[in-house]
């Protein structure tokens, strides 16, 4: 278990499709995260996962959005009916229940919506 | 709104200087602010972290100076080398754990 693993690494979409990602922890954290990045800004909190509760959803996670953690190890993301300002960097990150020892990001899904 | 304000938004150096890149926060129910460090095409590191009870801390050649009544942190970088051309994301959070992020510096180290 070498870090935080997320897939794909890239994704192009069509403007109206839907679109999944995934996001596999380091094994142990109980935390699991998801952030947006776009150019020239620091990343945005969307939503977190202590186990496979979903305890925590930002404003910025509009109905489109749907994150689950169904066993509490893997998680997903999907967008429906996607628009061109979704076009974005989704970080995935995971965590110690307190994050005491700081998120481990993984390297993020680049989307890219035409 | 945005709760983490971050500066310079870049900044260039020679190799051996110091550069320094400042935060100011807002929330005073934060309570750890970490340092993240972004290679392009990757995703943000931890390299440095502090809690509001110290005023600096010290992990290699990276430093935070910590100043709780002014609600303001800043990352020390001694010795710097062009491998640490990179952004710099300051992020504060509280006790859910969700990390507020700056807008990031991107620091340029030439020969």
């Known amino acids: 278990d070498t870090g935080v693993s997320q897939d794909p690494r890239h994704k192009i979409t069509k403007r109206g499709q839907n679109v999944t990602f995934r996001c596999d922890p380091i094994s142990e954290h109980n935390r699991l995260y998801w952030y947006r990045q776009t150019l020239g800004q620091g990343p945005e909190f969307l939503t977190y996962f202590q186990n496979e509760a979903q305890l925590e959803k930002s404003r910025l996670l509009s109905d489109r959005f749907s994150a689950e953690r169904p066993k509490g190890s893997f998680s997903t993301l999907e967008i429906q009916r996607t628009e061109q300002g979704d076009s974005a960097m989704y970080l995935c990150?995971?965590?110690?229940?307190?994050?005491?020892?700081?998120?481990?990001f993984g390297s993020g899904t680049r989307l890219t919506v035409v | 709104q945005q709760q983490v304000k971050q500066s310079p938004q870049s900044l260039i150096v020679q190799k051996g200087g110091i550069p320094i890149i400042n935060c100011a926060y807002e929330n005073t129910a934060f309570d750890y602010f970490p340092w993240y460090q972004q290679f392009p095409g990757k995703g943000p590191a931890l390299l440095i972290a502090i809690r509001p009870d110290v005023s600096e801390k010290k992990e290699g050649r990276f430093t935070i100076s910590f100043n709780k009544s002014a609600k303001q942190f800043s990352l020390h970088i001694m010795d710097s080398q062009p491998g640490d051309s990179a952004t710099y994301f300051c992020a504060a959070s509280g006790t859910a754990s969700k990390l507020t992020f700056g807008t990031g510096t991107r620091l340029q180290v030439t020969l």
């Open positions: 990150a995971s965590s110690l229940v307190d994050g005491k020892y700081g998120y481990t």
